[in-house]
């Protein structure tokens, strides 16, 4: 362990690198308790927890259901043709985190994933999968059909007779590869999600491989005590769902799961990064006194809710909460939170089997609404693409991953793929606009990069409000705000043009951080190249504030970095009054708000907006809190 992190270390440059340093604390005085051990990854924000460890695996991929397909051969081809494309893509990122493993893992698994690749390829498997979708199964049957078929000859031999001893080992082995394979590729033609949470401990810790945004939306926050993960980057949907759950976490632990068992006690601090495997019990002591100091400052902060988020010279900065999953209602109504910024509205897609109409989606929409009085609701249409997948929208042939799109993050996102599909958007903004007559609303639209993309989304909002009107139904008079995130560099050098087509801006910085540096905001690998607060991604928020200006329309800021109050006093200087994030970050942001000047705020960014190095941007920002 610890060699592994003293080579990570150098390797990247930085002795804190998260999710690399697996450090040995002590020596144990009692030998035959095991050592402590403390391992550091990337903090999500969200307390502290201590509990054992729940190893999750993967799901049981599904049965194939129906076996005789209704699309033609050469659809369920392609079907197949992508379930191996991605299969390929994932055994291909296993692999480059197998140089950070052990060494006796490395030859254990090297050789196996080579044995997988290998049957992902041209092979023997590929073939027969063709040959049973040509006679009319669906690909789900044909890979499960074909990879037993196989799986049952390496087990029986060329003669009949049983095999035995190392030869019958083997031929188990080589049988269980098969079915292994197989079972990938169903769980990527189904999309079922890779984890399995049966029998999860009540308080538990859930150490995981990996967890997807799906995984994430199905916790229950009230069973699972904190999550650690080996992969991951800080403002992924992983991420984000887990902050809005308000379960501690930590991502991007590597070599966690290295001879972890179920069981061991592991200490989380979701702020700092760090996880202690075996505390011993002085540093056990000390994690419970951590513990119920966390719980009395929330007690605090909790008082600060009926308190306005005014400056101390007098300026009011609007702090609204950013809304995942309408179980997240409660916490935001706990936490002062002047409305809601962001509804995400991917949770209404995001485990679904069927498309939510117009009803159902009318529902919810209604009822957070209704629920936030006469605070602002502001409704993001789905964002779909990138790292969100949707079995719904695959099923109903609403794909943005095609099979010549090899980078979704670049690819049918947002806008675009609604503008492809616009009966997708068409509901969805019948939905809100009906919802609309319940309180105060306003319609965001992701992912924008082309002022022609506006004016097609507020045609077809227009004529959907036509129609909705000669029906007779109610839907407010004027129409509900039409705003556009600001997500990539492309928008953001343009966002004085784009802010003439819409009543408001929303500045999303964690796309705009991760087009800008191209550095995937999911990925643990490239975590310490994705950084929010690089010159170029300030120069560009503080180019949008202008812009807004320019043009006197709103701006808010809502990615994950409103809700950092180290970032704060910077977010004012350069501009913004209104902030969105997560509900449990409010009280935070608010203490920070009510304790700052604008003047010194304002001299802060010009300070750091002249820097153009991390490391002094961060020194300033930590100068100016201790001051
Ligand atoms: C953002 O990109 O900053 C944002 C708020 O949108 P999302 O995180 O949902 O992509
Ligand atoms: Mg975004």
Redesign the pocket.
């Known amino acids: 362990m610890k060699e592994l992190a003293q080579s990570e270390s150098e390797k990247n440059g930085r002795e804190t690198t998260a999710g690399i340093r697996a450090l040995k604390r002590h020596g144990n005085e009692n030998r035959h308790a095991p050592d402590e051990l403390l391992f550091e990854g990337e903090p999500v924000g969200t307390g502290f927890a201590i509990g054992p460890a729940f190893i999750a695996g993967e799901a049981p991929a599904p049965e194939p259901g129906a076996r005789l397909s209704a699309l033609p051969p050469e659809q369920e081809r392609t079907r197949f043709n992508e379930a191996v494309g991605r299969s390929i893509t994932q055994l291909t990122k296993l692999r480059g985190r197998l140089a950070l493993l052990p060494e006796e893992s490395q030859v254990e698994i090297g050789p196996l994933l080579d044995v997988y690749q290998r049957m992902l390829g041209p092979s023997r498997l590929q073939r027969g999968v063709m040959a049973r979708i040509d006679e009319g199964l669906t690909a789900e049957a044909s890979v499960h059909d074909e990879t037993e078929a196989l799986a049952g000859t390496m087990l029986s031999s060329p003669g009949g007779e049983a095999l035995a001893g190392e030869e019958a080992a083997a031929a188990e082995r080589r049988a269980g590869e098969f079915r292994e394979i197989g079972r990938r590729l169903i769980r990527n033609l189904t999309r079922t999600p890779f984890l399995a949470l049966g029998h999860f401990p009540d308080g538990a810790v859930l150490v995981a491989e990996t967890l997807r945004p799906a995984d994430a939306a199905l916790i229950d926050p009230s069973r699972v005590g904190a999550v650690v993960l080996e992969s991951g980057g800080t403002t992924g949907h992983t991420a984000i769902m887990l902050r809005a759950l308000g379960i501690p976490s930590v991502l991007a632990v590597q070599g966690v799961l290295t001879d972890l068992a179920n069981g061991t006690t592991l200490v989380v601090n979701g702020d700092t990064g760090e996880v202690i495997r075996n505390p011993e019990p002085k540093t056990l002591r000390q994690a419970q006194r951590h513990v119920a100091a966390y719980a009395r400052e929330r007690q605090q902060l909790g008082r600060l809710k009926r308190l306005s988020s005014r400056m101390a010279s007098g300026e009011k900065i609007q702090l609204q909460a950013n809304l995942e999953l309408p179980a997240e209602l409660p916490l935001i109504a706990q936490s002062g939170a002047a409305g809601i910024g962001l509804l995400r509205t991917e949770f209404l897609f995001i485990n679904a089997e069927k498309l939510p109409d117009e009803a159902a989606q009318y529902e919810i929409y209604a009822s957070v609404v209704a629920a936030m009085g006469s605070d602002p609701t502001t409704i993001r249409v789905l964002?779909w693409g990138g790292e969100k997948q949707s079995e719904a929208l695959n099923r109903a042939g609403f794909s943005g991953d095609g099979e010549d799109n090899e980078n979704p993050a670049l690819g049918l996102r947002g806008i675009r793929l609604l503008l492809r599909y616009p009966a997708l958007l068409e509901t969805q903004f019948a939905a809100i606009l009906r919802a609309a007559a319940k309180g105060p609303v306003q319609i965001l639209l992701?992912m924008v990069t082309l002022a022609s993309e506006i004016e097609t989304a507020r045609e077809i909002y227009e004529r959907v409000a036509r129609r909705l009107k000669r029906k007779g139904v109610g839907i407010g008079d004027p129409l509900p705000p039409l705003g556009a995130?600001i997500?990539t560099p492309g928008a953001a050098l343009t966002a004085e043009a784009l802010a003439r087509y819409v009543d408001f801006l929303a500045i999303?910085t964690?796309?705009l951080t991760m087009y800008t540096l191209a550095t995937d905001r999911a990925s643990a690998e490239t975590a310490s190249l994705y950084d929010p607060l690089h010159p170029a991604v300030l120069m560009m928020i503080s180019g949008v504030v202008t812009a807004a200006l320019h043009e006197r329309k709103p701006v808010s800021l809502c990615g994950e970095i409103a809700g950092d109050p180290r970032i704060t006093p910077l977010l004012i200087g350069l501009g913004l009054r209104s902030l969105s994030m997560t509900a449990s970050a409010v009280p935070r942001v608010k203490q920070v708000v009510r304790s700052s000047r604008y003047e010194d705020c304002h001299m802060l960014a010009r300070r750091i907006l002249a820097e153009t190095d991390g490391t002094e941007i961060r020194r300033l920002l930590e100068e100016f809190r201790e001051a």
């Open positions: 964002d992701p995130m997500e999303g964690n796309d």
